[in-house]
């Protein structure tokens, strides 16, 4: 029983990256037919209605709690990694964009220092060098190219949900008694206002109501969105959150293989070396905290 349980919550995994990875070819079409802010907008404030619906049908609280942190978390979170990582698709590759915003992981890991009191020891500093080598591949400072801007942006988006991801940790050890699904409507509700009025007040042509725009609203609000949340919430409770986080490393590879195949954005060598270095410092990173939640929980996620 408990063996056909933990497949399920694997597959339910497999699935999320797939939607996740695939993300980022949806979002890079739906940047041809709509400006970055237009579709962030549209993507964002639907997605947060979506959410409300769930918590009103589920019966949950629908009230909004530690406003300011909500405030906050919606600035970083929804404008920060939605809104920049989406304009760095304007000019930048799906894959590489992928990449650069997974590296929330290993900023987590630097700003926990100061934030958390979390210190840097052992073998993070072996995921440290990895990624800022990596990360130095990808950007090849010697011969910058035109989507320089992008892969920063791409890069302040992972910062961004790094440090929305401190954020929320420090709320959860203050109000643990707060509903998780009502903790992340309200950020997305409010995060998607600033950039509704940056879509109203920035110049831009009018939206293209292609089919292809349309699915993919209909894909980033219903499968990466709502679908997504259900099967991440359903793995990570069957499963230890290390082993999940893990797991999802998946999603910016499929995003790299799905931008090549489809969108024939091909990763130079240098390129799929410094990708190959982000995502050996990610493993590492995932180890150890898959070690440390097992020497304090041998049995965290198996209940």
Known sequence: MQKNITVKAFVALFLLTLIWGYNWVVMKLAVQYASPFQFAALRTFLGAA?????????KRPLALKEFPTMLALGLLQTCGFTGLLIWALVSGGAGKTAVLSYTMPFWVMLFAWPMLGEKVQGWQWLAVAFALFGITLIFDPLHIK????????ALCSGISWAVSAIVSKKLHKRR???????????????????????????????????????????????????????????????????????ASMLAPVIGVVSAW??????????????????????????????????SIDPAQGQE
């Open 146 to 153: 035109g989507d320089g801007m992008s892969m920063f942006m």
């Open 50 to 58: 979506m959410l409300f619906i769930v918590l009103f049908l589920s």
């Open 176 to 246: 643990p008694d707060l509903d998780l699904l009502n903790i992340t409507a309200w950020p997305t509700l409010l995060g998607s206002l600033p950039i509704i009025v940056v879509a109203l007040i920035l110049p831009a042509p009018p939206i293209v109501w292609s089919q292809t725009f349309l699915l993919t609203i209909i894909y980033s609000i219903f499968l990466s969105g709502s679908l997504a949340w259900v099967l991440w919430m359903y793995a990570l409770q069957r499963l230890p959150a290390g082993v999940a986080s893990m």
């Open 261 to 294: 195949l489809q969108l024939g954005e091909r990763p130079s060598h240098i390129e799929l070396i410094g990708m190959l270095f982000i995502a050996l410092a990610l493993v590492v990173i995932s180890a150890i905290t898959i070690r440390k939640h097992q």
